[in-house]
């Protein structure tokens, strides 16, 4: 919540994300110099009808965003197993029409997009304790075989946020879970040497957190 209000910066990026589903934006520039427009779209390949769908791909193909992120993933343990939940959906809610949809998205609008899992999100620090309790290779592996590969995807954005605000549950989920953090990147990156893997979130006490050293 606190990094989608941090990321409503564009009056003229908002038209093209109420078109798209509430999504958020951001755009970062990277060592290459190349600028990544960033769009964060919310449950928008989850239940959603074909037409609808299509009207997304469509709307954010012809802008000028260059990274689609599909947020938000989460971990949960029931029954002995592993679940991922897609905004609270079982990942066979995707349509089967996902993959071409998103497929298209990346090649047939000139400058190829890219397009991104974020896992965690605001109040979903569950999922992070999920993924410790299970085993990072074990989520790394069952993510790759029922969402990363099926879906094409090209990384995942690590969004670990706490359950209230403030820079002290900042500071202590981070210290509760940076490990894992850099566990979860380096056996993504082992799986997939060409992919990224981001870190989020963007906020103003996230931000301020960030901003001064601190013994992580």
Known sequence: MLRRKFLRSSLSA??????AGAPCLASETWANGKTRRILYVLGQFSQATAASMRAVVDTIGGSSF?????????ASIAGGKLTLLYNGNEISSFSPQVPALLGRLRTAFGERKQTMLSIGGWQHLPTFEA???????TFVRQLTEKVINPLGLDGIDLDLEPQTGGLDQWMAVHHEYGKLL????NEYKRVYPSHRVTH???????????AKPAAI
């Open 131 to 137: 993924i410790r309790s299970f085993g990072v290779r």
């Open 182 to 185: 850099a566990d979860l990147t």
């Open 66 to 74: 260059n990274v689609l992120v599909l947020s938000f993933l989460q």
């Open 14 to 19: 908002l038209a093209v994300a109420g078109i």
């Open 200 to 210: 989020a979130p963007i906020s103003p006490v996230a931000a301020e957190f960030y």
